[in-house]
């Protein structure tokens, strides 16, 4: 299988912005096992913003844009950092891919990304993509991961996106407010009153919430490609995830 592994800030790292060692340490080497086993992966990491604000020792995240640029700026270079001694400690090779919309929307600069993407899996490396944050303003952003996870998935034609974050899944109701909300398991269409279930809150270092997972799984089920919400605080549930168990909500694409 081919699958893209979408890692949110909060499964990421700490509420410090420092890093989650434990848990980035598991997700490596589930990954490199998954690889080790044939599956083909591709990891579209955020964090990068969080992990600038720990590495300044800042106390929480900024709100000008110059900033958090230049916190994007400091943290991707300790994100790569982490996945090149992580992922090498089980002989994996990863490479970075810094994209904008921009980036995306334009055919000729998709079409090089689409190349590389796939020149990068038939030699045998992870690519581990991120938002070119340092140049990306609100005018050409993709502006969150969870879509941008989508569009890696959609371009590399990939079996399944798993956003991974800081939730089970979609629920009937919003689970943090309503003890009687209950998991979604599957989905098989986006209707209205399944996108209306969508609330708005994303935690306070990233970016997405359920409103962009929605958008990710319109994105990939028009393409084929299943896609599936899951809590980061397990990753050993990539394992069961590639064993086809039931596993928070999927999204059926129809490819499988
Ligand atoms: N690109 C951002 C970062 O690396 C994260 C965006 C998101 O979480 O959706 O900090």
Redesign the pocket.
């Known amino acids: 299988m081919r699958i893209v592994v979408k890692l ?2 909060s499964t990421l790292t700490h509420a410090t912005g420092k890093l989650n060692i434990r848990r980035v340490e598991l997700l490596c080497k589930v990954m490199s096992d998954l690889k080790n086993a044939g599956h083909e992966l591709i990891l579209v ?7 600038g604000v720990g590495k300044l020792n800042m106390t929480r995240k900024p709100s000008d844009i110059p900033t958090k640029q230049a916190l ?1 700026a400091v ?2 270079c300790e ?1 790569m950092y982490i996945y090149d001694k992580l992922f090498s400690e089980y002989h994996h090779t990863v490479a970075q891919v810094l994209l904008t919309g921009a980036d995306v929307e334009d055919q000729h600069r998709c079409m090089n990304f689409q190349n590389t993407l796939f020149r990068l899996l038939e030699l045998g490396v992870l690519p581990v993509i ?2 070119n ?1 340092t140049v990306a303003t609100a005018e050409i952003a993709v ?4 879509t ?1 996870g989508a569009i890696a998935a959609v371009n590399a034609r990939a079996d399944l996106l798993v956003l991974m974050s800081d939730i089970e899944g979609l629920y009937t109701a919003d689970p943090r407010r309503d003890p009687q909300a209950a998991l979604i398991p599957e989905v098989r269409a986006l209707t209205p009153e399944l996108l209306a279930l969508a609330g708005d809150a ?1 935690s306070d270092l ?3 919430g359920m409103v ?1 997972k929605l958008r990710a799984a319109g994105m990939c089920m028009e393409a084929g490609c299943d896609m599936i919400i899951t809590n980061g605080t397990r990753p050993e549930d990539l394992y069961r995830i590639a064993e086809g168990e039931r596993v928070g909500t999927r999204f059926y694409g129809g490819r499988q």
């Open positions: 949110g800030t990491s955020s964090g990068a913003i969080a992990m994007a943290g991707q994100l991120n938002e944050d502006g969150d991961n969870d941008l994303g990233g970016t997405g962009t």
